[in-house]
């Protein structure tokens, strides 16, 4: 066994309040702490988990382990882990729509899909201009319905995570309209596009540039007035080393961001300021792809990491949507 999958079988969560490992960074972070929460893990044993979504209606949390080709559910109320869906087509970001209906990124379709209230899967788009997608990997809803998700290649680079492919279109950050159900291109220029996220009064859109150089970064846009494209392109956060890959938003407009690769100092979450400052961290024993909130005041946050998945109670709500 390599010293990585060690140090997660062993991990053990912290018997002292509060956590050592939820670190304030700044000041601000101080008051989005719980004294008296620490980190705990929900499962393990998977590949590379993605995608958590959770269903308060249901007090059941899913999330993608993209390898192993299937949709994971860990149940609030019993803690049993169990399969949601296998195959799931590859599945990898996913979120919800303000119906309540699940929406997924899938590489092996490379498609959109969703998830209706009976079960059945209705396609949202998997083509544009008559060319393939990608491989989508991360998605969110507006308030006025509209989705929005980001298309890299990952998943077709190599049958790990889908299927090899060539590409047939660029690496896009893609609207859909609610009710024509059209899509338009809302960024181009996004070297590999991956977590996206709108701040609470939607007047801005967060994009992971996770190929950008000479270190990835979290771009910055204004949304237009009617709220059907961006413009005003700029660098919120340079990530240096680090690896922001899937990240949520909370109702004070920090960023909750999945973090990890290259050392264990990184591995976690980090947690940014409206302006961009870091100001927390959530450290993990292994590197952490996305998360969201979840929980009865939505205030628990989900973090799907390389092989486990674990959560924390914090003292503040994410945003809907997100």
């Known amino acids: 066994m390599s010293d990585g999958a060690n140090k997660v079988s062993e991990w053990t969560p912290s018997s002292r309040y509060p956590d050592p490992s939820v670190i304030s960074l700044d000041p601000r972070f101080d008051s989005l702490k719980l004294p008296l ?5 929900l499962a393990t044993g998977c590949r590379w988990n993605e995608g958590p979504v959770w269903f308060g209606d249901g007090r059941y949390l899913l999330w993608s382990d993209i390898p192993n080709d299937r949709i ?11 399969a949601f869906r296998q195959p799931s087509n590859f599945s990898n970001g996913q979120t919800r729509d303000r119906q309540g ?5 899938e590489h ?10 009976d079960g059945s899967i209705t396609v949202l788009m998997d083509r544009f201009d008559g060319k393939r997608l990608n491989s989508p990997n991360d998605v969110v809803v507006k308030a006025d319905g509209s989705v ?41 220029d ?8 709108f701040s609470p009064d939607e007047r801005k859109l967060y994009i992971v540039e996770s190929r950008g150089q000479p270190n990835r970064k979290i771009l910055e ?30 109702v004070l407009g920090n ?46 946050l989900f973090m799907a990491s390389s092989h486990s998945v674990y959560a924390l109670y914090v003292n503040v709500a994410g945003v809907t949507g997100g």
């Not at 929460?37 to 893990?41: H, K, L, T």
């Not at 940014?272 to 009865?296: T, V, Y």
């Open 148 to 188: 929005w998700f980001t298309d890299p290649p990952f998943g077709i680079l190599g049958n790990y995570e889908g299927h090899k492919a060539e590409a047939e279109l660029g690496q896009n950050v893609y609207r859909l309209d609610p009710e024509t159900g059209e899509a338009s291109i809302v960024a181009d």
């Open 108 to 117: 092996g379709g490379r498609r959109v899909t969703r998830t209706e209230y």
């Open 221 to 250: 846009y204004d949304v237009s007035r009617d709220g059907v494209s961006i413009q005003g392109k700029r660098v919120l956060i340079d990530a240096g080393q680090g690896t922001p890959d899937g990240f949520r938003v909370d």
């Open 72 to 82: 994971m559910r860990w149940d609030e109320a019993t803690g049993i882990v169990s």
């Open 255 to 300: 960023l909750w961001c999945g973090w990890g690769m290259g050392s264990e100092e990184l591995d976690g979450v980090m947690v940014f300021s409206p302006d961009g400052c870091p100001i927390g961290r959530i450290a993990l024993p292994e590197r952490c792809a996305n998360l969201c909130f979840g929980g009865r005041a939505n205030s628990r």
């Open 190 to 197: 996004v070297l590999g596009p991956n977590g996206l996220a």
């Open 37 to 41: 929460a620490g980190i705990e893990r």
């Open 101 to 105: 209906r699940l929406v997924s990124c």
